[in-house]
């Protein structure tokens, strides 16, 4: 055993032989599953417990896993996970390292959890970040998700972040990196039905380079797509899909729609006349996975020939890809982060302390200094005064983890000034 996983003695099927082909193991793995197993690799875990492949589900992390929080329901089980500034911090340190090494991070975090609890489904490996939107106008409700309004920036701050979730690993991956959401999804009204507009020119200078320098430079073979169109067709549906990301850029990987998106081709849209023929075309389009649960209409779709076995199969083979990278199905003692656990959570420990408490100093953007008033020289202070309403809070976002501890900007100023300088709070 290796931190509670079982070791896979000596190959029963090709697919366990690490010694073949990858794309020979997955032809093999593909003859073995039944339609319904194909099907529900659409859906929910990459994997197949009828052949001993544990599955992987996704998670939220833009900023840290979101394993906790604000947005995670009390129904599933939550822990604790080291907490970074929000994206457009971490564009504000302009340092590719050392988002890299968040990144890092957070993918050995996610990696911990997946280990260290191999008989739930608690812990996921693919990691739904970055976000490599651009940021065109502070009003749209997802700005602080990304790393600014400019292209070469974000795919740079992208790039670093998917390398640090992957690692360094020549044959497997730590976790795997999500893009989202692709593409031109900066708009916050009605972009469930919206159609975002402009010419291939802008598409390949402008909007489409964060999630091409990501998949290109930083080896990413995922990514979720818009809800809003693009020239009027929607983004889960568009023939970019296939036309440009796979066959020009090389993403061989899965592509999921976003939670809700295929029935809003229906009901928003208003794209395909219904589920059925939404399936059939995002799937055409190049969509392995959906956020939602359509596994009735997926079967429909599938019994009345709106997609081919060849459609499903290449479908589950890109999602398989990933399990393949992430090393689900060679044996533990063969994939050296497997080995990752043991009873020191890392989010307590030093390093990620440090590390989180580096990023939030480099992400502080000081604008003006008149007179060189900062910083203060704290020998010649009697008195400070904090004043705001979120001078004692650390804020959660709606993709914020549960910190294992937080330093309010009052905590903060308190401790360093010591018990020599009266601080003095006001709401």
């Given at each position: ?6 070791l896979?003695?000596?190959?029963t099927?090709?697919?366990q ?22 099907l ?5 875990l990459i ?6 492949i544990r ?7 833009i ?5 906790g929080?604000p ?7 939550t822990?604790?996970t ?10 504000a340190?302009w340092?590719?390292?050392?988002i ?5 991070a957070e993918?050995?975090?996610?990696r911990?959890?997946y ?27 997802r ?6 309004e400019?292209p070469?920036?974000n ?11 992957q690692?360094d ?12 959401h692709f ?9 469930t039905?919206s159609s975002s507009?402009?010419?291939e020119?802008?598409?390949r ?9 990501g ?5 990413a073979?995922?990514f ?12 889960g549906?568009?023939?970019?899909l296939r036309?440009v ?7 061989d ?13 229906v009901?928003?849209h208003?794209?395909?006349p ?6 059939a ?9 959906y956020?939602?649960?359509?596994r009735?209409?997926?079967?429909t ?13 290449s ?21 050296p ?6 009873a020191?959570k890392?989010?307590l420990?030093?390093?990620?302390k ?11 953007v000081l ?6 008033a ?5 020998a ?8 705001g ?5 650390v804020l959660?976002?709606w993709?914020s983890?549960?910190?294992p501890?937080a330093?309010?900007p ?6 360093k000034?010591?018990?020599?300088v009266?601080v003095e709070?006001?709401?």
């Amino acid at each position: 055993m290796i931190f509670g996983l079982p070791l896979v003695q000596q190959a029963t099927y090709p697919f366990q032989d690490s010694s073949l082909p990858a794309e020979q193991r997955l032809d093999n793995l593909l003859s073995l599953m039944t339609v319904d197993e194909k099907l529900s690799c659409f859906f929910g875990l990459i994997g197949d417990a009828r052949f001993g492949i544990r599955g992987t589900g996704s998670v939220e992390g833009i900023h840290g896993l979101s394993m906790g929080g604000p947005r995670v329901s009390n129904r599933f089980p939550t822990t604790a996970t080291t907490t970074f500034p929000q994206g457009i911090g971490l564009g504000a340190t302009w340092d590719p390292d050392l988002i890299r090494q968040a990144a890092h991070a957070e993918g050995f975090e996610a990696r911990y959890i997946y280990n260290t609890n191999p008989n739930s489904r608690f812990g996921s490996l693919v990691v739904m970040s970055p976000n490599a939107d651009l940021g065109r106008d502070p009003r749209w409700g997802r700005t602080e998700e990304c790393y600014g309004e400019d292209p070469f920036l974000n795919g740079t701050m992208v790039t670093a972040f998917v390398k640090g979730l992957q690692g360094d690993d020549p044959n497997y991956w730590l976790s795997a990196s999500l893009l989202k959401h692709f593409l031109a999804n900066s708009n916050e009204d009605d972009r469930t039905k919206s159609s975002s507009d402009f010419d291939e020119r802008l598409w390949r200078e402008y909007y489409s380079v964060p999630f091409r320098m990501g998949i290109m430079e930083g080896g990413a073979r995922a990514f979720m797509a818009a809800y809003n169109s693009w020239n009027g067709i929607p983004c889960g549906a568009n023939p970019m899909l296939r036309d440009v990301t796979m066959n020009e850029w090389g993403n061989d990987g899965l592509i999921c729609t976003d939670g809700g998106a295929l029935k809003q081709m229906v009901t928003d849209h208003k794209y395909f006349p219904d589920m059925q023929h939404a399936i059939a075309g995002t799937v055409k389009a190049g969509i392995t996975r959906y956020l939602e649960n359509a596994r009735t209409d997926l079967t429909t779709t599938y019994k009345a020939g709106l997609i081919t076995d060849q459609q499903v199969d290449s479908a589950v083979r890109r999602n398989f890809r990933l399990a393949l990278k992430l090393g689900l199905l060679d044996p533990p003692e063969q994939v050296p982060y497997a080995k990752i656990g043991g009873a020191e959570k890392p989010w307590l420990t030093e390093a990620h302390k440090a590390l989180a408490r580096k990023v939030t100093q480099e992400s502080i953007v000081l604008l003006k200094n008149s007179h060189n008033a900062l910083p203060l020289d704290k020998a010649k202070l009697n008195s400070v005064a904090m004043i705001g309403p979120h001078a004692n809070e650390v804020l959660l976002d709606w993709y914020s983890g549960k910190p294992p501890y937080a330093v309010s900007p009052l905590d903060g100023i308190q401790a360093k000034l010591g018990s020599n300088v009266k601080v003095e709070f006001a709401a």
